[in-house]
């Protein structure tokens, strides 16, 4: 079976658009600021973006504020070609700890993360659907620890219980980890040494 190519896949449907000379809606689940940053630069030359700010499973809620202030910091100084706005999902841990519940000892990148990842592409399908967008997708696949097939995977599946389009994506695919880096290095942005939940930050911790 042949393993999918979902960068191509991507400039496949960006090329669709371009050749119909249109814009499309995208909402944008994003975990955080650095993460988002390339993704950001890229997408918002072909795409009108809302940044979906929904993850319920950082810790703590000071944590989850600091991430949301430098979130809402990059929309607003990021260059863009289109627009680029931002829209806050609720804060509710209760929702992502019953989620993952019975898999709290699972090691990180385990079924504790599938059911995590779920919950917050479900919520951005949700949302994308109550909105009118052309698509939906996440920043995750940026991360060179996170599976991008999964995460495709899962976003597919939200999308098809929702509704509305999932938007294939590897972005670390083409330097765009590295170019996230030197993103955040340029505009200073906050890099936290978690993924976010209280059970990545005590393994990191060796608690």
Do not use: W
């Not at 973006?49 to 430098?70: D, G, K, L, S």
């Not at 929309?75 to 627009?83: D, G, M, Q, R, Y």
């Not at 479900?122 to 060179?144: H, N």
């Amino acid at each position: 079976m042949n393993q999918r190519n979902y960068q191509r896949e991507l400039e496949t449907i960006i090329a669709e658009c371009e050749k119909e000379s249109r814009v499309p809606r995208l909402l944008l689940h994003s975990c955080c600021a650095p993460c988002s940053s390339y993704v950001l630069e890229y997408l918002s030359r072909y795409f009108s973006i809302t940044v979906f700010y929904y993850n319920p499973n950082i810790f703590p809620p000071q944590e989850y504020e600091t991430r949301v202030r430098e979130q809402k910091r990059l929309v607003a100084e990021l260059p863009a070609l289109h627009p680029v706005t931002f829209q806050a999902g609720p804060y509710d841990p209760d929702r992502f700890y019953q989620a993952v519940k019975g898999y709290e000892q699972v090691p990180e990148g385990g079924e504790r993360c599938v059911q995590c990842f779920l919950l917050r592409l479900k919520e951005a399908a949700k949302a994308a659907r109550e909105g009118g967008y052309d698509y939906f997708t996440t920043t995750l696949t940026i991360s060179p620890l996170k599976n991008a097939a999964k995460l495709n995977e899962i976003g597919e599946e939200a999308g098809a219980l929702f509704g509305v389009r999932h938007l294939p994506s590897d972005f670390k695919k083409k330097n765009g980890y590295k170019r996230s880096i030197e993103l955040s290095r340029a505009y200073g942005l906050y890099r936290q040494d978690y993924c976010g939940c209280v059970f990545s930050r005590n393994s990191s911790r060796g608690i």
